[in-house]
């Protein structure tokens, strides 16, 4: 639908009774807030937003953001009722150069925030609103940012005048007709060999870079069809935009894989530096084939090695098998040395003392042998003096009576 039929249509329904009907703040389901921002020392840069979001769900179901240094964007205000016109008019490049805002806001305002919206545009603190989304967009521009908003209540009637994009989904309410947005984290890859240098890069044009791990594994299944090398995460893209920014030597590009996925680049660096671009059909399948031909190779290597590994733990434990056998072997031996040893000894020591002990015997009957003799001679001349002194005696009597 272009403007002149827009124009109408709100005319036509203008002249509607139903349509003059004011509305209450109760049946004014949504709330559409107009932004206008400014950054930059003398070369002002200028931007438009504006969103929309569902009083009931907190949903926000359209954001629009756009760049543009055109005079009627730089002198209108958010306020004005010809802010949707004007916002109308611009041109697919100038919101082109908004899309990485516009990914990044949807991706860091949430729900608790649009609900707080909601609450504070009832309040009519505007400015508490202005605070909250000044400070996302100074973090994403990295630099102070001048911004003035406007907000108000709307009917899904005013909205769909103002965004024919919007569909009415079956509860009959206003759906926002663009997918979920997916960024995707990714990181240049540096080719000084066979890239292309970043200042030759032009919009359409492939690009290969690599995603990091969290976001490759939790997107991998949807990125499935741009991905080229899976075990380094390489994954090719399409530029969908690219800005030199010379006064602090940046370029920043966006890369598209499809409607809904995209990633963000931001990188210091001069005209010669080199980016990878993806290897044609025949450059694949070369790298298919030295893929499999590298992994056989490096297969082989593992086996290898491990087969070596096992060897020489193997031989590393046969020894210490062998030395055990032999240190029990060699105990043994030495035990039956000595008990052998230790008997010859003792035998040895028995017979010396049994000697000993003979020799001491003999030597013991010599000594006594004259004491031996005396006794007997002594016992032999008392009993000789005792027949000697009966023989007397027997005489005596004899001569004394004799018969």
């Known amino acids: 639908m ?11 329904n203008l002249d509607d009774d139903n349509f003059n009907q004011v509305p209450t703040l109760e049946e004014k389901k949504y709330i559409v807030i107009h932004g206008k921002l400014t950054y930059g020392g ?23 953001v756009a760049f543009s240094n055109k005079d009627e964007v730089v002198y209108v205000e958010p306020s004005s009722k010809a802010f949707d016109r004007i916002f109308s008019k611009i041109s697919d490049k100038e919101k082109l150069a908004g899309r990485r805002l516009r990914i990044y806001l949807l991706n860091n305002i949430t729900k608790n925030e649009t609900f707080l919206f909601v609450d504070l545009l009832v309040q009519g ?19 102070a940012v001048d911004l003035s908003i406007h907000g108000e209540f709307q009917t899904k009637e005013e909205i769909k005048y103002s965004h024919p994009n919007l569909i009415i989904n079956e509860d009959d309410e206003l759906d926002n007709i663009e997918e979920e947005i997916i960024e995707l984290d990714v990181t240049p890859i540096i080719a000084p060999i ?14 290969l870079v690599k995603a990091r791990e969290d976001s490759y594994n939790e997107y991998r299944d949807i990125i499935f069809n741009f991905i080229v090398d899976a075990n380094k995460r390489h994954i090719k893209g399409v530029i969908d935009y690219i800005l030199f920014n010379d006064s602090i030597k940046t370029y920043d590009i966006i890369i598209k894989f499809s409607s809904n996925i995209y990633s963000q680049l931001l990188i210091e660096a001069e005209d010669e530096l080199k980016l990878a671009i993806p290897p044609k059909e025949e450059e694949i399948e070369n790298i298919e084939k030295d893929y499999e031909l590298i992994k056989k190779r490096i297969r082989e290597e593992v ?31 030495l035990e039956q040395e ?7 000894e003792i035998r040895e020591r028995i017979a010396k003392e049994e000697e000993v002990e003979r020799f001491k015997e003999g030597d013991l009957l010599f000594k006594n ?3 031996v003799v005396t006794n007997k001679l002594i016992i032999n001349l008392f009993i000789w003096l005792n027949i000697f002194l009966l023989i007397v005696l027997g005489l005596f009597y004899y001569f004394k009576k004799p018969l």
């Open 303 to 333: 086996e290898n090695e491990l087969r070596n590994e096992i060897e020489q733990r193997l031989r590393v434990e046969l020894k210490a098998e062998i030395r055990e056998e032999l240190e029990e072997e060699l105990i043994e031996r």
């Open 2 to 12: 272009d403007q002149e039929e827009l124009e109408m249509n709100v005319q036509n």
């Open 125 to 143: 603190d505007l400015e508490q609103i202005k605070n909250i989304l000044r400070l996302k967009l100074e973090d994403f521009i990295r630099e």
């Open 42 to 64: 003398r070369n002002k840069t200028y931007g438009l937003f504006r969103a929309t979001i569902n009083r009931d769900n907190g949903e926000l179901i359209n954001l629009d």
């Open 369 to 371: 042998k004259p004491i």
């Open 338 to 344: 000595l008990r052998i040893e230790l008997e010859r």
């Open 194 to 207: 066979d890239g292309k240098k970043i200042s030759q890069f032009e919009k359409n044009d492939e690009i």
